[in-house]
Structure formats: structure tokens, C-alpha cells
């Protein structure tokens, strides 16, 4: 710990929140990203240089962003800049290029932190280009959201996006002894509460200390994991329905349905249901899981998938989740196959490529005389009369090859119809052999 952390700790600066009072003074002091800031890292090199670019910290909540950014200023002495893009508009970041070029003009340069910058629209990001460009600015921008989704390319070229990490439980502890360092005593939690307080946290360090605040404001008594609970309020999930965070959930609890862990299928499934998400969202993609990954190999999966919707919508929430872990739970331990799934893009190709073929006359039905005589439904097999109840007739047009589309794995009750279909294979060789005999 940095002698100006020491002294800044020792002043205890009363009346301030303890995450302020616990804000880093220096950038060695700055706990959970080691891998911008330790030898070697992004951030390293550029102080080391004597440099820095423009940056985008892309990060969950409580990982530093703004503290960085701060400490960042000041090491490479730059005029530190804040704005928010919740609170600002046109006006706010004219006002602040106008001051910047000033402070150029007299030989001073800028870094403006644009809090939320995913916040701004097109428009106005293209606003920070020229100034970016023309070192008016050295741009650092802090976004919680997929910068890829949400910031123009244009500026994205010109900025170095950098990834801070959520905070582990090694961090975390970090700023624990930190605080009751500050504090001079040790946070009163019983240890099954202490335990709950790191994960109660969710790797947001300021939410973290803003709870050890509330805790020991509780008196000297050591609270267990009820009286914890019952003392602050939980972290809302870092969620977002409408941005990356949905697809990343969703994606996940897809491919572990489809990896059959079950466990793992059940924990996101709740993570999403935790963070807000709609239930007839998750259910939706069930259904096309149970065709698209499962298909064939157990037919019962669709109709498991259905039978939860249904139970959703007639029993509501919380109760009709129950039907949805069920099908999860059903969905993540059935066979898997993507037979049928691409069976039908083959088929859907072929279809494109062959589309301008008539069907065979044969199999047509001729219900006026001209079509009769024009050889409609001529020599059409009646598969029920055959002998095996299988005519081993040609079915494609008649200007096309045979394809085959559908090829079951050997899992599950596609194993059946693999047999099924060798059958009849064999039958309509053995027919074709006939005729040609």
C-alpha cells in the first residue's frame, strides 16, 4: 500500500462514504486489474512511455473505471475532464472542446472521461472524431455494454478498448482489510456472513464497500447470514435484457443444454430469470432447442418444451417456473441430434437450387380427363397394397437425382429410425434390381 494511501486512510475524512474514503491516490494502489496495470500490462507500457492513447475501459459496475481514469491524468499530467453521457447533451460537450481547445492553446492538455459513453448516439460520437484526432483530447470513455454493439467503428478505430475484470474474492478481501484498517476494527460478520457478503457482491467493489459500511454502522454484535441479509439490500444482477448481457446468457444456457449439463443448464436459467428476464423469452428458446439440438433423437422434447409454455401461461409466476426448470432439466439430459435441423437447410437448399421441377406424373392426382390422359397418377403404386407396404417408388422429380437430406445419428430414437430407413433402402434396391432383371 502507497504512503499516500496510508495518509489518506489515516486522515479518515469523516462524513464522506467509506468507498470514497477508500479511493485509490495512486495507480500502484488500484486492486483487481493486474493485467493493465502490472509490467507488461496495456496501461504499463504507456506510462512507461510517458504516453497514453484513447481509451475505452469496457467493465462491469465497481471495477475503477473512474478512478483510473483520474489516476491516469494526473501521471501523465493531463487536465482531468468529466462528463457523464446520462446528464449531457450537444451544449455540455461544446462547452467542453471550447475549454480544452484553450488549455492546448496555452500548452495543456486534456483527458476527458465521458462516463456511459455508450449512452451517446451516433451523432453525437462522431462529435469527439476531430478532437480525438487533432490531440484537442485524449478520449476515455467507460461503458458497461459490448463496445463492439454500441460505439460507432469510426471511433472505435481510434481508441484502444481495454477490459477490466470483475472483482474476485482475493480483490475483494483486499478492500476489506483496507477498510477495517480505516475503521480500526475488524467488519462485525460471523464467518458464513462474511462468505455471503462476497458473493452478495457480485465483483462490484463499490457495492461491496457500501455494504461493509452498512455493516459495521450495525454496531459491534457479529451478524450472521440472515441478520445480513435482513441489513442491506441486494445487488440488482448485472443484467441487461436489451444488451449483451441477455444474448451471453442466453447463448450459455443454449450450449449447456446442449454440452447435457444439466447443473450448468439450471444455473443459467436462473441467472436469467434473476436478472428480470421474461420466462416466455427463455421458453421460446427452448422449443427451438428441443428441435434444433435434440429433433428426432427424442421427438418428447418438443412436446415437453410446449407443455411448459402452457404451464406457464395457465399457472404465472412463481409457480409456473417450476414447469420450465422441469423442461431444462428434460431439454439438458434428452439425446442430442441436429439431424433433422440440417436435413432441412440441405433440403431447403436443394429446394432453391431445383425449385423450377415438376413432380412426377405418377404421384399426381388427376381429377378431369385431360389430366388423366396426359398421364396423371399413370402407374402410381398404392403402398398399401404392396406386399411389404412399401412401393420403393420414385418420389423426387423426375429430372433430379435421389438426395438424401436426413442422416440420424445413432442416439436416442433416431437409432430406430436408422433402421427404419436401412429397411426400406434395402427394399427399394432389391425392387430396382427387379426391374432391371
Known amino acids: 500500500m502507497s504512503d499516500l494511501f496510508q495518509k489518506q486512510v489515516a486522515e479518515n475524512h469523516a462524513g464522506r462514504p467509506l468507498a470514497d474514503r477508500l479511493r485509490p491516490a495512486v495507480l500502484t494502489d488500484v486492486v483487481g486489474q493486474d493485467h493493465l496495470l502490472k509490467e507488461g500490462g496495456s496501461l504499463y507500457r504507456m506510462i512507461e512511455a510517458g504516453w497514453l492513447a484513447s481509451l475505452i475501459f469496457w467493465g462491469p459496475p465497481g471495477t475503477g473505471k473512474t478512478t483510473m481514469a483520474r489516476l491516469l491524468a494526473e501521471k501523465v499530467d493531463l487536465h482531468f475532464e468529466q462528463i457523464s453521457a446520462v446528464f449531457s447533451g450537444v451544449a455540455d460537450l461544446r462547452k467542453v472542446f471550447d475549454a480544452a481547445k484553450i488549455r492546448k492553446a496555452n500548452g495543456r492538455s486534456t483527458l476527458l472521461f465521458v462516463d456511459e459513453i455508450h449512452r451517446f448516439n451516433k451523432s453525437q460520437q462522431d462529435g469527439f472524431l476531430p478532437f480525438v484526432e487533432d490531440g484537442t483530447i485524449t478520449l476515455v470513455g467507460a461503458t458497461t455494454e459490448n463496445p463492439s454493439f454500441e460505439l460507432n467503428g469510426a471511433l472505435l478505430s481510434r481508441c484502444q478498448v481495454l477490459v477490466l475484470e470483475r472483482h474476485t474474492d482475493q480483490s475483494l478481501q483486499v478492500l476489506l482489510d483496507r477498510a477495517e484498517q480505516l475503521e480500526e476494527r475488524k467488519v462485525p460478520l460471523q464467518e458464513t456472513a462474511r462468505s455471503a457478503l462476497f458473493q452478495l457482491a457480485d465483483g462490484d467493489g463499490r457495492f ?204 436416442g430414437f433416431e437409432r430406430d429410425i436408422q433402421k427404419r430407413l436401412d429397411y426400406w433402402a434395402g427394399l427399394r434396391l432389391k425392387k430396382n434390381q427387379e426391374e432391371k432383371d
Open 208 to 411: 461491496f464497500l457500501n455494504m461493509v459500511e452498512t455493516v459495521f454502522r450495525t454496531g459491534d454484535k457479529p451478524l450472521d447470514a440472515e441478520e445480513l441479509a435482513a441489513a442491506i439490500s441486494k445487488k440488482a444482477p448485472a443484467y441487461d435484457k436489451d444488451g449483451e448481457g441477455h444474448y451471453n446468457l442466453i447463448s450459455a444456457l443454449h450450449k449447456s443444454l446442449r454440452g447435457s449439463d444439466v447443473n450448468a443448464a439450471l444455473y443459467w436459467f436462473t441467472r436469467m430469470l434473476d436478472g428480470g428476464e421474461d420466462p416466455l423469452y427463455i421458453l421460446r428458446r427452448l422449443v427451438r432447442f428441443a428441435v434444433e439440438d435434440i429433433g428426432m433423437a427424442d421427438p418428447n422434447a418438443l412436446v415437453q418444451a410446449n407443455s411448459a409454455k402452457e404451464a406457464y401461461q395457465f399457472l404465472g409466476s412463481p409457480e409456473g417456473e417450476l414447469a420450465i426448470a422441469q423442461s431444462v432439466i428434460y431439454l439438458a439430459t434428452a439425446p442430442k441430434s441436429n439431424a433433422a435441423y440440417r436435413a432441412y437447410k440441405d433440403a431447403a437448399k436443394s429446394a432453391r437450387k431445383n425449385g423450377s421441377f415438376m413432380p412426377p406424373k405418377h404421384i399426381l392426382n388427376a381429377p378431369t380427363g385431360m389430366m388423366k390422359d396426359m398421364g396423371y397418377g399413370k402407374d402410381y403404386a398404392y403402398d398399401h397394397d404392396t406386399r411389404d407396404g412399401f412401393s420403393g417408388q420414385n418420389y423426387f422429380p423426375d429430372g433430379m437425382k435421389r438426395e438424401d437430406y436426413y442422416n440420424p445419428v445413432s442416439r
